[in-house]
């Protein structure tokens, strides 16, 4: 099924150029927290580019991603990347480093941070779904 890393919603022109990400609020701050902890917990497995990287983590990308957790709600990859991640020390996240860490891909993926915060809540990420892209 998996290979133990899985979040995002990115895109970076791979599968769908110029499509835009339906909103999923986090803010700024989030984002640039989560850039932080996916540098030091996941870039090793999924790469700097998000695209899969040498410690053989699948891509936070395209259709991969979207194949996997598009048009569910986030509680999903929440979830996920809360037990299992990172690899080599599952569970070892907690809720609100998770919920930075989706912020970051998120925006890295072209999603625009708002004014409210992603939260870390997940019976409140149930409630968002990660849509497919629409096309511009």
Not at 38 to 59: F, I, K, N
Not at 77 to 97: C, H, N, R
């Amino acid at each position: 099924m998996f290979k133990r890393c899985i979040i995002s919603a990115t895109l970076i022109g791979l599968a769908w150029p110029g499509a835009a990400w339906a909103q999923v609020p986090f803010t700024q701050e989030q984002a640039d927290q989560g850039k932080t902890l996916y540098t030091a917990q996941c870039e090793s497995c999924h790469g700097d580019a998000l695209v899969g990287g040498v410690g053989g983590g699948p891509p936070l990308t395209g259709s991969y991603f979207l194949d996997h957790w598009a048009d569910q709600p986030v509680s999903g990859v929440f979830g996920y990347i809360k037990e299992f991640m990172p690899a080599d020390t599952p569970g070892s996240l907690t809720s609100t480093q998770t919920a930075n860490i989706i912020a970051y891909i998120l925006q890295f993926g072209g999603a625009a941070p708002g004014s409210e915060p992603l939260s870390n809540d997940p019976a409140v990420l149930d409630a968002i779904t990660l849509e497919r892209p629409a096309a511009n």
